[in-house]
């Protein structure tokens, strides 16, 4: 799996750091030290998809992170805020 970036949620980040004392720059480095994915089950949405990230930061700190991911394929035209079908 390719990751070509994030997407932050400010209510999403509080509640990593309130709940799990994760911080966001511990996210971006489980990405970066080559984690274990894991499909967990289909999106709302056709094009979507969610994958557990299982690493370690530089710390040593063992994570795990649920991501969502949306598929691209050349000529995929999704439905979404960014398309329109008419």
Known sequence: MRIVGFIWIEEILE??????NVREHEVVEIFENSPMFR??????????RVY???GQTDAGR?????????????G???????????
């Open 62 to 74: 063992y994570v795990i992170v649920l991501l969502r991911s949306q598929i691209r394929w050349p």
């Open 39 to 48: 499909f967990v089950e289909n999106g709302h949405r056709e094009d979507e």
């Open 15 to 20: 509640k990593l750091l309130r709940k799990h």
């Open 52 to 54: 557990s990230a299982r």
């Open 76 to 86: 995929f035209a999704g439905v979404g805020p960014r398309h329109d079908r008419g």
